[in-house]
């Protein structure tokens, strides 16, 4: 089970943190990492670490949003930094299982406007 969490409404330009927190060891899964879904969109993959520890980012946040785990704690974290308006969506925590078998939390909405 996930559990997003740290959404809210932040200025463009400004930070935000959001946590995924896990009831499954996140070192046995073989992805984990976050989706958004913009209003009147397609979900859309932000961030995901394999478990080889290489990191996948969408181009729109590539030096703004950075992906980190938290093994001990079985967290995941997306920090977010320089936040656009059109960073706007609710955001998924995500994990795939070794045997492909793929989880989604509860979303956490995010909105960025003055």
């Known amino acids: 089970q996930l559990q997003a969490s740290g959404g809210g409404l932040v200025q463009p330009g400004k930070s935000l943190r959001l946590s995924c927190a896990a009831s499954i060891r996140i070192n046995s899964m073989n992805t984990v990492g976050w989706y958004r879904q913009a209003p009147g969109k397609q979900r859309e993959l932000v961030a995901v670490?394999?478990?080889?520890?290489?990191?996948r980012y969408a181009e729109s946040v590539k030096g703004r949003f950075t992906i980190s785990n938290a093994n001990p704690d079985n967290r995941v974290y997306l920090q977010m930094s320089s936040l656009r308006p059109e960073d706007t969506a609710i955001y998924y925590c995500?994990?795939?299982?070794?045997?492909?078998?793929?989880?989604w939390g509860k979303g956490t909405l995010v909105t960025v406007s003055s």
């Open positions: 670490v394999a478990s080889d520890g290489s990191i």
């Open positions: 995500y994990s795939r299982s070794p045997r492909g078998i793929d989880s």
